[in-house]
Antibody, heavy 126, light 107 residues
Framework: EVRLVESGGGLVQPGGSLRLSCAAS????????MNWVRQAPGKGLEWISN????????HYAESVKGRFTISRDNAKNSVYLQMNSLRAEDTAIYYCATGGSCINGFCDNDLYFRHWGQGTLVTVSS | DIQMTQSPSTLSANVGDKVTLTCRASQSIRSWLAWYQQKPGKAPHLLMY???ILESGVPSRFSGSGSGTEFTLTISSLQPDDFATYYCQQYNSYPWTFGQGTKVEIK
């Protein structure tokens, strides 16, 4: 069974930093692109970042570019989101989610979010 | 960025009704569209991908159609478990973007 468990959320002051983790199990993490998606309280979903299976390519939403960094450690079956210069508008539940897969050099177009974690809440407030 | 617009924002319906949700893209996304269902306090759940392919385990009362810029999600006979918020999402080009959601509530 595929399982994604986020951790690292909490209360942080504006301008502060947090590092979120996503622990993956039940599948070969190294074969999958991974994403972070967030949801502000009472609002819709916002994709914020992803990282390729090979760790070579990353993408970011404009709202977090230059402040957030996505990374992964396939040996530890984990994906991370380093969040710096946090703002009140970054307050949200942060979900990690699987994306497309690359197996034996063949990458599919299944870039949607099939599996999701339960989310971790980040609150930015003084 | 590709803007995704869902309509209506809220839909009131009865159990057994056929309901249709609409999602429009600001430019062509071919068929690279997914639909998700989200219930309060829960993570989103994938329903449909590539506009019309039903995810494994999702009831067949859900169907999707469309390509280019106009897409629909239809529930043929609304069940109590279907009252939730539905989001469309394009994965044609970065940044991936979601619609603002359609909340399906009990009439």
């Amino acid at each position: 069974e595929v399982r994604l468990v986020e951790s690292g959320g909490g209360l942080v002051q504006p301008g502060g930093s947090l590092r979120l983790s996503c622990a993956a199990s039940g599948f070969t993490l190294s074969s999958y692109e991974m994403n972070w998606v967030r949801q502000a309280p009472g609002k819709g979903l916002e994709w914020i970042s992803n990282i390729s299976s090979s760790n070579m390519n990353t993408h970011y939403a404009e709202s977090v570019k230059g402040r957030f960094t996505i990374s992964r450690d396939n040996a530890k079956n984990s994906v991370y989101l380093q969040m710096n210069s946090l703002r009140a508008e970054d307050t949200a539940i942060y979900y990690c989610a699987t994306g497309g897969s690359c197996i034996n050099g063949f990458c599919d177009n299944d870039l949607y979010f099939r599996h999701w974690g339960q989310g971790t809440l980040v609150t930015v407030s003084s | 960025d590709i803007q995704m617009t869902q309509s209506p924002s809220t839909l009131s319906a009865n159990v057994g009704d056929k309901v249709t949700l609409t999602c429009r893209a600001s430019q062509s996304i071919r068929s690279w569209l997914a639909w998700y269902q989200q219930k309060p306090g829960k993570a989103p759940h994938l329903l449909m991908y590539k506009a019309s392919i039903l995810e494994s385990g999702v009831p067949s009362r859900f169907s999707g159609s469309g390509s280019g810029t106009e897409f629909t999600l239809t529930i043929s006979s609304l069940q109590p478990d279907d009252f939730a918020t539905y989001y469309c999402q394009q994965y044609n080009s970065y940044p991936w973007t979601f619609g603002q959601g359609t909340k399906v509530e009990i009439k």
